[in-house]
């Protein structure tokens, strides 16, 4: 099976198998995991911030930085298809009393500040309280814009907010428009990085912040049930992703964009721009759920229909060979 369904479906590479066969733990409530500590130190000094923390989940890692930023009673601006706002249960509400204000997202995928400066609530009973700004990088695929990311900051500061950053994907970003990655986290005060996706590790995100930021953020992650033990194991693979699998997402950026290609020419089929490791299409062919289950018979897995579009995902367990095949399936099952 070629698996298009989601950057999340990698399995471990036996090298990280070996990492997580040889890693050094103990227990990490204890504060005792040295491999853990090395991964929270390796991500943190990447990204340029102080400290780090280790989590099963990147839902629990954007949970825990809400908790953090926002009480009971406070807001945060989020984009309407934000993963924060839409995909993660309305964790922040449910657990944190904490009021989501989600605004619509420009086609490059910001939030426009003049947008969003309306939003702010004024220093009234009558409202809750304007806590936060939360962006996502890269968002559904696509890269915030150098400029945007140059502006965010002093918008935060003049609107008295604090910015967190769900970066899943921020080393896509930062390999696709060729920034560093510590750039790019810089504006904020917190960025959530996924180790699951593209980067290949088999659980685990890291949270990066201040070093008062990550301890309160740690008291969070206990209360949500996200204190583990020997998670050395898992945080080997962490590390093995984040030495060895992040130059080569321009790989599966290189596969998207062939794809993307590909599947244009077919008639019929309307493909978005592809920035990164994401392909979006729409077509006037047949009902997306009946071509799902015509490529499956033949091979390929394809996700979930999102916003009227068809998603396919590259990542490390597809090939470039996988996509030539790939683009035959598709177009013997569209003509
Ligand atoms: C996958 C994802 C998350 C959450 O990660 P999980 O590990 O699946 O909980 C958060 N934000 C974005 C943008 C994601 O793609």
Not at 40 to 64: I, R, W, Y
Not at 83 to 101: K, N, R, S
Not at 264 to 275: F, K, L, N, W, Y
Not at 289 to 306: H, K, N, P, S, W
């Amino acid at each position: 099976m070629i698996d298009l369904r989601s950057d999340t479906v990698t399995k471990p590479t036996s090298a990280m198998r070996e990492a997580m066969f040889q890693a050094e733990v103990g227990d990490d409530v204890f504060g005792d995991d040295p491999t853990v500590a090395r991964l929270e130190e390796l991500a943190a000094g990447m990204l340029g911030k102080e400290a780090g923390m280790f989590v099963p989940s990147g839902t629990q890692s954007n949970l825990c930085a809400l908790l953090t930023h926002c009480g009971r009673g406070d807001e945060y601006i989020v984009g309407q298809t934000a993963h924060t706002y839409l995909f993660e249960g309305g964790g922040a509400a449910v657990f944190g009393g904490i009021q989501p204000q989600p605004m619509e997202q420009e086609a490059d995928g910001t939030l426009l500040l003049e947008k969003a400066a309306e939003l702010v609530k004024p220093d009234d009973y009558h409202y809750a309280r304007t806590r936060l700004l939360c962006l996502e990088n890269t968002t559904w695929g696509k890269v915030l814009p150098a400029a945007y990311l140059d502006q965010v900051g002093s918008f935060a500061e003049s609107n008295a907010l604090s910015l967190h950053l769900d970066g899943a994907r921020i080393f896509n970003a930062a390999v696709a428009s060729g920034e560093c990655v510590s750039k790019l986290a810089d504006p904020f005060d917190s960025v959530s990085v996924c180790l699951s996706k593209g980067l290949g590790a088999p659980v685990g995100s890291v949270l990066v912040a201040s070093k008062a930021f990550v301890k309160e953020a740690k008291h969070w992650r206990k209360m949500s049930g996200g204190g583990m033990r020997q998670s050395g194991i898992l945080a080997a693979a962490g590390i093995d992703a984040l030495k060895n699998h992040v130059t080569r997402l321009a790989d599966d950026h290189e596969n998207a964009r062939r794809l993307a290609e590909g599947l244009a020419e077919i008639s019929g089929v309307h493909v978005d721009p592809v920035q990164t490791n994401m392909v979006f299409y729409q077509t006037t062919h047949g009902d997306p759920a009946v071509v799902a289950e015509q490529l499956r018979a033949v091979g390929v897995l394809i996700g979930g229909y999102m916003g009227g579009k068809v998603r396919l995902v590259t990542h490390l367990g597809v090939t470039a060979g996988d996509i030539e095949k790939v683009l035959r399936v598709f177009r013997s099952v569209f003509d």
